[in-house]
């Protein structure tokens, strides 16, 4: 059965748990980047937080939010590296054990710097395997808490302490945003942004970027009913392949997300050259695509 869906009042609680562990990060803007668009663009520079992205804002909320108990029992969860990297950060943190379910072809630095942190690691075929089957069985074997990369409240509410941060950065300001555009693998992210933002800034409106070819969501939000990608490998977008949007998140996205954007890879690489060149930033690419 589905839980309850998150509220505005669950991110603001998120964000308490994660006051002092994660990093406010900045709200950049640059004057030749908005000449050439003739309005004003700003990126929140997750890149610079914690473990490399914002995963781990949503990690540290799960695993806070459970009972001392469940913690002593360790915790699993699957990732192509980004959510791998923020569990297991998190747990550190916590003093938990973690294992982790990877692809077998995700990046070799994320593999590192995962196990880097502490963490058991568990490689899989993304085209053969079910990392959900291998997780859940750890999970049973071990009684570890399973940790989902986005089709969770406390994992979702916990991503979106950065809408949060957004908003209030574009007020300190003086900005009123008129819209704020995330990428999205499952939808954590996307949905947990959009919670915040129409929660501090109702008139703005939240979208969701996703990768030609995998954009699951934006098509989902169309036909009104959950979309499955027909592949699950061919963008250089590695961290947004998820096959199919998450319960809970389409259920929130169909509230309060506006239309898809979908980009191809080609965009995407001149997203990031432009984010190197204008703002000096190294955005790899499921980064990059709200920016495209």
């Known amino acids: 059965m589905m839980p309850p869906l998150p509220t505005f009042a669950d991110v603001q609680a998120a964000a308490r748990r994660l006051a002092g562990i994660t990093i406010r990060t900045p709200l950049l803007e640059n004057a030749r980047v908005n000449a050439m668009l003739g309005g004003r663009l700003f990126i929140k520079a997750e890149c610079l937080q914690r473990t490399g992205s914002f995963k781990l804002r949503g990690a540290y909320n799960f695993l806070a939010s ?25 747990a550190r943190l916590m003093g938990m054990k973690a294992t982790i379910v990877m692809p077998a072809d995700a990046p070799a630095l994320k593999v590192a710097n995962t196990r880097a942190s502490g963490a058991e690691i568990v490689l899989y075929d993304r085209v053969k395997d079910s990392r959900e089957e ?4 750890i999970a049973a074997k071990t009684g570890a808490a399973v940790v989902p990369p986005y089709d969770h409240p ?3 509410t916990g991503q979106g302490t950065a809408g949060l941060e957004i908003v209030e950065q574009a007020n300190e300001l003086g900005v009123k945003l008129d819209a704020v555009a995330a990428p999205c ?4 992210l996307s949905t947990g942004i959009a919670l915040a933002v129409k929660g501090l800034s109702p008139t703005t409106s939240v979208h969701a970027g996703e990768p030609a070819g995998f954009d699951d969501l934006a098509r989902s939000l169309v036909s009104g009913k959950p979309e499955k990608n027909d592949k699950l490998t061919g963008s250089i977008c590695d961290a947004l392949l998820a096959p199919t949007p998450g319960v809970v998140t389409f259920a929130l996205a169909k509230q309060i997300l506006g239309p898809g ?5 080609e965009e995407v690489l001149d997203a990031m050259e432009l984010a ?8 790899e690419p499921g980064g990059a695509v709200a920016l495209a």
């Open 154 to 156: 406390w994992i979702l």
């Open 261 to 265: 954007l979908v980009v191809s890879d």
């Open 185 to 188: 693998s499952g939808g954590g």
């Open 66 to 90: 459970m009972s001392e108990a469940e913690r002593k029992k360790g915790a699993v969860g699957w990732s192509s590296g980004n959510h791998a990297q923020g569990l297991a950060e998190a």
């Open 276 to 283: 190197f060149r204008e703002f000096k930033l190294v955005v």
């Open 134 to 137: 291998i997780g859940m069985g």
